[in-house]
């Protein structure tokens, strides 16, 4: 009975400290991709709907993008290695995880926030022209303001991957569930931790859409 208990003490904590790991990852991996929104930006203004439309500028940076979305995340952490040695240091570990998850999100993200840009009404952008508002006003109050519900939904998407994305990091020991679920679960035949580690990142994206979805109709 004692040894039971101990078990199942020692199996929370181990889940407990996985949770913060992937936890840690996918915020500061969230944060960091915000960056995309730069690209995402130009990529809207040099579009050949955009307000600045350049068609070599558009097509040259979406090339850029595309091709490292193309890119399995598995094989961009393995290219990724000495980068990630070169600014955190060393390659494995749960803070150089986040540097592949970054570069992976960021096109990502890109992408994504183009999109929801350039949904914005046409009819609301000529009528912010003829009212004299520069390109800037006009991204800022018309671009951001009107697709804030679309920018949230945004990411949320990138959140839920990259959730998918730090359990393949963790199969190269990238720390977090994944690496769990790898080492505990796969290694040692235990269908238990394999059990718990696909329920919690289960919940766990449940739990982020069910936020998103919350916010999404609050800010529409």
């Known amino acids: 009975m004692l040894l039971a208990i101990s078990s199942t003490t020692g199996m929370q904590q181990i889940m407990l400290e996985a949770l913060k790991q992937t936890v840690y990852m996918v915020f500061l991996a969230t944060i960091l991709s915000v960056i995309g929104l730069i690209p995402a930006v130009i ?34 952490l393995v290219i990724l290695i000495p980068f990630t040695r070169l600014l955190v240091g060393k390659a494995i570990g749960t803070t150089a995880s986040i540097v592949p998850l970054t570069v992976s999100a960021i096109p990502f993200i890109a992408r994504v926030f183009e999109s929801a840009l350039r949904e914005t009404n046409p009819g ?24 804030v519900p679309r920018l949230i939904n945004g990411i949320v998407l990138l959140i839920i991957s990259l959730i998918g994305y730090s359990a393949m990091a963790g199969t190269v020991g990238g720390g977090g569930i994944g690496d769990i ?40």
Request: aromatic letters at 16%; hydrophobic letters at 50%.
């Open 43 to 76: 990529l809207t203004l040099t579009a050949p709907d955009g307000l600045r439309p350049h068609k070599i500028i558009y097509e040259i940076l979406s090339f850029i993008v595309n091709v490292f979305r193309s890119f399995p995340f598995i094989i961009l």
């Open 124 to 147: 609301v952008i000529e009528a912010a022209r003829s009212f004299g508002a520069s390109d800037f006003q006009i991204i800022v109050r018309v671009y951001f303001k009107e697709s």
């Open 181 to 220: 679920a790898i080492r505990y679960g796969y290694q040692q035949y235990n269908t238990e931790y394999l059990i718990v580690c696909s329920v919690i990142l289960i919940i766990f994206v449940q739990l982020i859409q069910m936020i998103g979805n919350g916010l999404y109709k609050k800010l529409s």
